[in-house]
């Protein structure tokens, strides 16, 4: 929701005495038209439930991109009205998962202002340990052998949901998610072993990063004795 303080225009008529009569204007501003905005969201990548949040993010859906609105972001609502300690981006929020803060628009033509309320959230990223290896037998001996990496997923998601898997070669190439590996159930190996990395990202866009080896095992053949002659 939204508060706001204005006021408008009108003549007002005072009697001098017995006779005479004057007047005066009063001018009313409106005050600022803000939106209360939608929760600012942010990842978590130590699930202690603290993010730095860019709280100017939210400027624009606030103030309707209005160049004549000054917004602040404030720990109070007493703050945000009297228009002191204002809160500095990025900001730590101070109660862990979610919190509250107090946004003051202010009109830089009229001094007139709104209040309105910010939601900040913690969203805790998915959980991508413990990821065991993947073999596969190494039938010509050249060290090289299609793996299917998709076998993997249930391992992987361990009964999380709404979370995208993806694999990569390098943990540069997961964290910035480029380079996926386009056929991951026919994956060729280039080394053995060799470390995949998987990239798991819910919803909410936040993001963790796994890993696991490839393996390649000697096929074992059964060389039989040759028949003595009796």
Sequence with gaps: STQSRSSAASDVYKR?????????????VSSPTIMAPTPLEMCDDDADGFAAFILNDKDNEISGGDPDIELT????????????????SPFLNSVPFSQTVFVRAESVVSGCTSFTTLVLIVQLPPDAENILDLEAVDTDGNGFEFFDLTSKIPEILNGQTNVNVTFYETAADANNDIN???????????????????????TDFCFAVGEFDLVLVLSLI???EPTRPY
Excluded: C, K
């Excluded at 609502?77 to 500095?88: F, K, R, S």
């Excluded at 590996?181 to 995949?196: G, H, M, R, V, W």
């Design 16 to 28: 001098q005495g017995e006779f005479d009569t004057t007047f005066f204007n009063i001018t009313v």
């Design 73 to 88: 972001y404030h720990l109070t609502q007493i703050d945000a009205e009297i228009g002191v300690n204002a809160l500095a």
């Design 180 to 202: 996926v590996i386009i056929t991951p159930a026919a994956y060729l190996n280039i080394s053995n072993p060799q470390t995949i990395y998987t990239r798991l990202e819910n």
């Design 222 to 224: 059964h060389i039989s």
